[in-house]
T-cell receptor
Framework: KAGVTQTPRYLIKTRGQQVTLSCSPISGHRSVSWYQQTPGQGLQFLFEYFSETQRNKGNFPGRFSGRQFSNSRSEMNVSTLELGDSALYLC???????????FGPGTRLTVT | SQQGEEDPQALSIQEGENATMNCSYKTSINNLQWYRQNSGRGLVHLILIRSNEREKHSGRLRVTLDTSKKSSSLLITASRAADTASYFCATDATAAGNKLTFGGGTRVLVKP
């Protein structure tokens, strides 16, 4: 099976812009989770989707949003970008939820 | 926060030696997982241990879980240069909702 793919791999945006990141899970996986990784805060949970429904959300402002499509592909959107949003954004998929998540390579977002 | 705390933050060993890292957490868990990350890339799932298990093995990896002390350890035996990576523990706790909470990680350097 193909692994989790994330596009784009690298992105440079300017403060105030918005960005959309995409994640394609492993075929058959219905759960997709998103994480933000920064040197200062480490790995932080953003949200998790299962069968197009958001099941849980982390402690991030409303500028961070996501969705999942019927084919399990997921997107996350960050509006009104701030410098502090610069991070590696990781997507992970699994069959049901929290057991053994498969991570994609990440999207490195730089906000200038 | 129920984030796991990992110790040590960094570890440097010679090839062939064993590497041990520890993870402590704050609340009762359903399971604890260990992941490896190479050079800011996506994470790779190593092993999952459930709250009713005390020890698990996978190849050169040995994980222990002590729920009375709320701690876990990961032992890598006969380390190789390819084991150079950051290692993270992640906890699944009912009190934390439907998400994984990651520790800060241990950076392991295996010198040839």
């Amino acid at each position: 099976k193909a692994g989790v793919t994330q596009t784009p791999r690298y992105l440079i945006k300017t403060r105030g812009q918005q960005v959309t990141l995409s994640c394609s899970p492993i075929s058959g996986h219905r759960s997709v989770s998103w994480y933000q990784q920064t040197p200062g805060q480490g790995l932080q949970f953003l949200f998790e989707y299962f069968s197009e429904t958001q099941r849980n959300k982390g402690n991030f402002p409303g500028r961070f949003s996501g969705r999942q499509f019927s084919n399990s592909r997921s997107e996350m959107n960050v509006s009104t970008l701030e410098l502090g949003d610069s991070a590696l954004y990781l997507c992970a998929s699994s069959e049901r939820g929290l057991d053994e998540q498969y991570f994609g390579p990440g999207t490195r977002l730089t906000v200038t | 926060s129920q984030q796991g705390e990992e110790d040590p933050q960094a570890l440097s060993i010679q090839e062939g030696e064993n590497a041990t890292m520890n993870c402590s957490y704050k609340t009762s868990i359903n399971n604890l997982q260990w992941y490896r990350q190479n050079s800011g890339r996506g994470l790779v799932h190593l092993i999952l241990i459930r709250s009713n298990e005390r020890e698990k093995h996978s190849g050169r990896l040995r994980v222990t879980l002590d729920t009375s002390k709320k701690s876990s350890s990961l032992l890598i035996t006969a380390s190789r240069a390819a084991d150079t990576a950051s290692y993270f523990c992640a906890t699944d706790a009912t009190a934390a909702g439907n998400k994984l909470t990651f520790g800060g990680g241990t950076r392991v350097l295996v010198k040839p």
